[in-house]
């Protein structure tokens, strides 16, 4: 157990929904990042935040959006959602702001399959 | 930019031989290197890293991987595999702009009885 909890771990929807992906980090952790996992691909980085604050983003699409509140959870929006955007989404979180300085610990994911 | 590539999708070997995954990286400055672990409806987990220290790194579970500057390379090997390895394998590179980690497409290995 890696003390990183994504919920909801399945999601079906329709096409032009909007879904809420929620994280929460393990404890004492700052950073959190988002990651996308589509069919037989590596993970595309989305978004990272690091103190409630947006720290870097990378291939995060305009109709999704994310923020870190005040206890250091984490929401990804996904909106107007298309069939491409069927994925696994994955958390991550870590103790320093740096990806390549620590150690990334993942949830297990929120698969979303949009219909 | 920094790229990597893992030159098999899929890797499959009989329990107790050596295991052998294969990673090529790209990169103009001397970046950091990682290998994760993902097991079937599992979160990823960290293997090793390299940070610019030895170039031979040990990992967890036996796993061993050697980062070689000449060939651009940071292939992933253990002596003898086990059934509880089966599992895809990540080999990672970090970005140098932002630090950010930039991923391969994955090697599934299988563990042949």
């Known amino acids: 157990d890696s003390g990183v909890t994504q919920t909801p771990k399945h999601l079906i929807t329709a096409t032009g929904q909007r879904v809420t992906l929620r994280c929460s980090p393990r404890s004492g952790d700052l950073s959190v990042y988002w990651y996308q996992q589509s069919l037989d691909q590596g993970l595309q980085f989305l978004i990272q935040?690091?103190?409630?604050?947006?720290?870097a983003k990378g291939n995060i699409l305009e109709r999704f959006s994310a923020q870190q509140f005040p206890d250091l959870h984490s929401e990804l929006n996904l909106s107007s959602l298309e069939l491409g955007d069927s994925a696994l989404y994955f958390c991550?979180?870590?103790?320093?702001?740096?990806?390549?300085?620590?150690?990334?610990?993942f949830g297990e994911g929120s698969r979303l399959t949009v219909l | 930019a920094q790229s990597v590539t893992q030159l098999d999708s899929h890797v499959s070997v009989s329990e107790g031989t050596p295991v052998l995954l294969r990673c090529n990286y790209s990169?103009?400055?001397?970046?950091?290197l990682f290998w994760y672990v993902q097991h079937p409806n599992k979160g990823l987990q960290l293997l090793l890293k390299y940070t610019s220290a030895a170039t031979l790194v040990k990992g967890i579970n036996g796993f061993e991987a050697e980062f070689k500057k000449s060939e651009t390379s940071f292939h992933l090997t253990k002596p003898s595999a086990h059934m509880s390895d089966a599992a895809e394998y990540f080999c990672?590179?970090?970005?140098?702009?932002?630090?950010?980690?930039?991923w391969g497409a994955g090697t599934k290995l299988i563990i042949k009885p």
């Open positions: 991550a979180s870590s103790a320093v702001l740096r990806a390549d300085t620590g150690e990334l610990f």
């Open positions: 990672v590179v970090s970005e140098s702009s932002n630090y950010q980690l930039i």
């Open positions: 990169s103009s400055y001397s970046p950091s």
């Open positions: 935040y690091y103190n409630g604050e947006e720290r």
